[in-house]
């Protein structure tokens, strides 16, 4: 079956050490995204990407990174400049219309110990 | 700027009892809407969307919205609620840029 596979679905991260939060589809989708979830805060768009090698900075973007080397592949790395990083992150997937609707995976919970 | 919100941070309801979760947005140009719902530790699984059309939305699991341009809302609404509809609720709005712009979401807590 198709969808968004995230890994891992938890993760401890020591103060100063970066860490990379993945993000898989085989929905055939060209664009993908990465959100941030804070209770009562919503979702805060941190990048997102329409293409292959191309990508954007959202709302939230200091202290984040990505790459989008490949179609299926938009991993999210949270980087010792981040001030406050432990969050519940959601990556999500689209096809070039809007219409259609966002694709969730299942998130990954970063603490940061 | 787009913006959406939604006024109810949470929301109890007893079980069988109708329920709406209230959303408003703020846009200068036509929008596509969208409802989805988060189960607990879960990503969020698409309820509903309108595009165009006819403004009475139904979607999955008996859940139903309106679009009303003129008070710029587009409600959720279900007759008869579960426990299982216990889950958090959120309204998102698009321009046609599929960057979506989301509520903060509505806790509904539906009570035996």
């Known amino acids: 079956d198709g969808g968004i596979t995230q890994s891992p679905k938890y993760l401890f991260r020591k103060e100063g050490q970066n860490v990379t939060l993945s993000c898989e589809q085989n929905?055939?989708?060209?664009?993908m995204y990465w959100y941030r979830q804070d209770p009562g805060q919503g979702l805060r768009l941190i990048y997102y990407?329409?293409?292959?090698?191309?990508?954007q900075k959202g709302d939230i973007a200091e202290g984040y990174s990505v790459s989008r080397e490949k179609k299926e592949s938009f991993p999210l790395t949270v980087t010792s400049a981040q001030k406050n990083p432990t969050a519940f992150y959601l990556c999500?997937?689209?096809?070039?219309?809007?219409?259609?609707?966002?694709?969730f995976g299942s998130g990954t919970r970063l603490t940061v110990v | 700027a787009q913006s959406v919100t939604q006024l109810d941070s949470q929301v109890p309801v007893f079980e069988e009892a109708p329920v709406e979760l209230r959303c408003n947005y703020s846009?200068?140009?036509?929008?596509?809407l969208f409802w989805y719902v988060q189960y607990p530790n879960q990503g969020l699984q698409l309820l509903l969307k309108?595009?165009?059309?006819?403004?009475l939305v139904k979607g999955i699991n008996g859940f139903e919205a309106e679009f009303n341009k003129s008070q710029t809302s587009f409600h959720l609404r279900k007759p008869s609620v579960h426990i299982s509809d216990t889950a958090e609720y959120f309204c998102?709005?698009?321009?046609?840029?599929?960057?979506?712009?989301f509520g903060t979401g509505t806790r509904l807590k539906v009570l035996a």
């Open positions: 999500a997937s689209s096809m070039v219309e809007a219409a259609y609707g966002y694709t």
């Open positions: 929905l055939n989708h060209d664009a």
């Open positions: 990407s329409q293409i292959v090698n191309d990508f």
């Open positions: 846009s200068s140009v036509s929008v596509y």
């Open positions: 309108y595009l165009s059309g006819s403004t």
């Open positions: 998102a709005v698009d321009s046609g840029t599929y960057k979506y712009i």
